[in-house]
């Protein structure tokens, strides 16, 4: 079984030990198939620093994101999502979610502070860590001369690819980062690579 979390997050700046996060969008897919989204807008802890350049980034207020939901029940509510695909006690790491986003380890980093923040420090357990970010896979397919973007923010990513995209909404950010990676799983093979020849390196 294939699980894959799509994720995203907007924040009150770039550093997750000081910074919160303002917006969660997730996508739960299970072998391929959308099981559920949520996009939850969170009002940051009142130790977390607000710079007023990433609220303008993302078209919001400091008295707009006062009056997001509490950070401790979103929490539970992100926890209780994963929580109905993974068993945190089963070590087996095939069973644990694909981390899947764009440029995904900013987003992984806010989440754990995010779960440390909430007196939880065991976020790794419903994770196997091997993730999957859309922009690296973008510069590979520069570095192989299928993409040549002079910029490669998902805004322009996507316009190149005629995806819609409400850039900085962390649901429609992630919603395009996922038909962005499946556009891009399609082409693999196009440039000659067979997923049959190497499946099997690494395997003892």
């Not at 095939?94 to 981390?99: A, D, L, Q």
């Not at 502070?113 to 091997?130: R, V």
């Not at 995209?165 to 038909?179: G, K, M, Q």
Request: hydrophobic share 40%; proline share 2%.
């Amino acid at each position: 079984m294939s699980k894959m979390l799509y994720v995203d997050v907007e924040t009150t700046g770039i550093d997750p030990l000081y910074c919160g996060i303002i917006q969660l969008a997730f996508i739960v897919e299970i072998d391929g198939v959308v099981k559920e989204q949520h996009h939850f807008k969170v009002r940051p802890f009142e130790t977390d620093r607000i710079n007023a350049g990433a609220l303008k980034t993302v078209g919001v207020t400091i008295d707009e994101i006062m009056t997001y939901e509490d950070p401790n029940k979103v929490y539970w509510k992100f926890r209780k999502v994963l929580e109905k695909y993974v068993d945190v006690y089963d070590k087996d790491k095939s069973k644990k979610f694909f981390p899947v986003g764009y440029n995904v380890q900013f987003d992984l980093d806010f989440l754990k502070s995010f779960f440390l923040k909430n007196d939880d420090k065991f976020i790794g357990s419903y994770f196997n860590w091997k993730k999957l970010d859309v922009l690296q896979l973008l510069y590979w397919f520069h570095y192989k001369g299928v993409t040549n973007f002079d910029s490669y923010k998902l805004e322009t990513v996507c316009s190149g690819f005629n995806i819609p995209l409400v850039a900085h909404d962390a649901l429609s950010d992630i919603t395009a980062t996922r038909e962005l990676f499946k556009m891009l799983e399609k082409r693999v093979l196009l440039i000659g690579v067979d997923l049959e020849d190497v499946k099997d390196v690494g395997v003892a």
